[in-house]
């Protein structure tokens, strides 16, 4: 099971000597990969609800953009693949989106994973044009452009929400067909575009328990499409907040090696802080104490 963490973008760390920092420590400490999440905005009213709990940044804390960021971390590194956990379908325009993808592909070598989620934040879809009821088929359509558009000759959309044709589009990926595709969130719709249009479900916010039962979820509806799950890899993004630290490392330690014995095939670690300081010994916590660990459990 490979073992990544999330990328410092927020607040005093918005930088580029502490995004660069970050990643020349995580690259000499063998990472396996390097994540961001998706926002752009923060509006300043939430009807919806944010999968980890409270949300955890104010509407005025800087926040750089992701893709911009993962593009800074792909000429900044040279090993570490580098994922969104998860990207937001429709944040974007889809052919924008897969060409900057495509991109970072490029820069990167083919490091790129790519997570997706249709989002949950009703304001922040609605101020980028994304129609909040209809987000799952608007997602769905997003995910085929971007697999015409990376893997055909003459891609061509004919969709309810975007067209295009007569086009070229280069460069395709350096991964083929294209980058893996990971698909966030559990409801049933996030469960059949896994199946579907997916290569990998990413988790978030569930213990390994929680994870198990989502499992069995997701396996029935592999069932139903005559889906492999075989063919589907299994990633979680796990928080690692001081609270949970507070009592020693072995409770993560436990955790992560429950993940490990589900057999996922990567673990995103976010332990974001305000502080590069901080985020560099919780970096080395990572990797000189809890990834030893899972690694013999």
């Known amino acids: 099971m490979d073992i990544g963490c999330h990328l410092p973008n927020q607040g005093p760390l918005a930088t580029g000597e502490a995004l660069a920092r970050f990643c020349r420590e995580a690259e000499q400490r063998n990472v396996a990969s390097l994540w961001v999440s998706d926002h752009v905005i923060f509006p300043r009213t939430a009807t919806g609800s944010y999968p980890g709990g409270r949300f955890p940044h104010p509407p005025d804390k800087p926040y750089l953009e992701p893709v911009t960021v993962l593009a800074a971390a792909a000429v900044l590194t040279a090993r570490a693949r580098l994922g969104a956990s998860v990207f ?4 974007r325009h889809p052919v924008v989106m897969a060409k900057m993808l495509t991109s970072i592909d490029a820069l990167s070598n083919g490091r790129l994973i790519c997570g997706v989620g249709v989002g949950w934040w009703k304001e922040e879809l609605e101020i980028l044009g994304v129609p909040f009821h209809a987000r799952g088929r608007h997602g769905d359509e997003i995910l085929r452009a971007f697999k015409s558009l990376w893997t055909e000759d003459n891609p061509r959309l004919d969709g309810e929400f975007f067209h295009f044709r007569e086009l070229g589009f280069a460069p395709k990926p350096v991964q083929k067909p294209h980058p893996p595709i990971w698909v966030g969130g ?18 978030t916010s569930k213990d390994p328990a929680q994870l198990q039962e989502g499992l069995g979820r997701l ?6 499409h005559n889906r492999d799950m075989k063919t589907i890899d299994i990633s979680v993004r796990y928080s690692l907040p001081d609270t ?4 020693g490392p072995q409770r993560a330690i436990d955790e992560l090696a429950g993940y490990k014995r589900l057999g996922l095939t990567h ?8 502080d590069l300081a901080r985020m560099l010994e919780l970096l080395d916590l990572v990797t000189s104490t809890l990834r030893p660990a899972v690694e013999q459990a």
Request: aromatic fraction near 8%; glycine fraction near 16%.
């Open 88 to 91: 937001i379908l429709g944040h």
């Open 186 to 203: 559990d409801s049933p719709g996030a469960f059949r575009r896994v199946v579907t249009l997916g290569d990998g479900w990413h988790a």
């Open 219 to 224: 396996r029935a509806v592999a069932g139903k």
């Open 244 to 247: 949970l630290l507070a009592g």
């Open 267 to 274: 673990v995103a670690i976010d332990f974001r802080r305000d």
